[in-house]
């Protein structure tokens, strides 16, 4: 991987991990048009799942903000899958957070805003975004946080 935003993940201490295989049928990415559409991406590194249970229970805000960064990584590696360079970039339209919730947990948006501050971080401009933060009951593998991204290319 070189180009801009290789060289601002490796500035910023980032390694881009290679694309977490599907856990059932789906593809990590496909493109149609100009648009690059991520499946749910979850904090996995290096095969594993880095943490599991519910936010404001098992798993604090702020280790569900750095997961949720992991998630992100895992969101452009997926996108460098399908398009090859992650310069071909024009920008980050809309970011998807899932945060398994303890019942009382309201701080989704907080945990959310590691994914969209790496993308900020990474891209700059481009990495500013549309995003939705929702809490939900659980998730796949008891994951913690779960993220998606819609990505516009460059003509």
């Known amino acids: 991987m070189s180009g801009a935003v290789a060289a601002r993940l490796a500035e ?3 390694t881009l991990p290679d694309v977490v295989p599907p856990l059932a049928a789906y593809q990590p990415a496909v493109r149609s048009g100009a648009y690059v559409f991520t499946s749910g991406q979850l904090p996995i590194v290096d095969g594993k799942l880095v943490a599991t249970g519910k936010v404001g229970a098992e798993v604090s805000a702020e280790e569900a903000y750095d997961l949720a960064r ?3 990584l895992n969101a452009l590696a997926a996108v460098r899958s399908v398009v090859g360079d992650l310069d071909r970039i024009a920008r980050v339209v809309k970011v998807v ?3 398994a919730s303890a019942p009382d947990f309201t701080g989704q948006p907080a945990v959310v805003n ?3 501050e790496l ?3 990474v891209l700059g401009d481009k990495g500013q975004h549309a995003r ?3 809490g939900v009951a659980v998730l796949p593998l008891d994951a913690p946080v779960e ?3 819609q990505v516009e290319l460059l003509p």
């Open 119 to 121: 993308f900020g971080e």
């Open 97 to 99: 957070g899932f945060v």
């Open 147 to 149: 993220v998606e991204i």
């Open 12 to 14: 910023l201490g980032h």
């Open 114 to 116: 590691g994914a969209s």
């Open 70 to 72: 992991v998630c992100a």
């Open 132 to 134: 939705s933060a929702v």
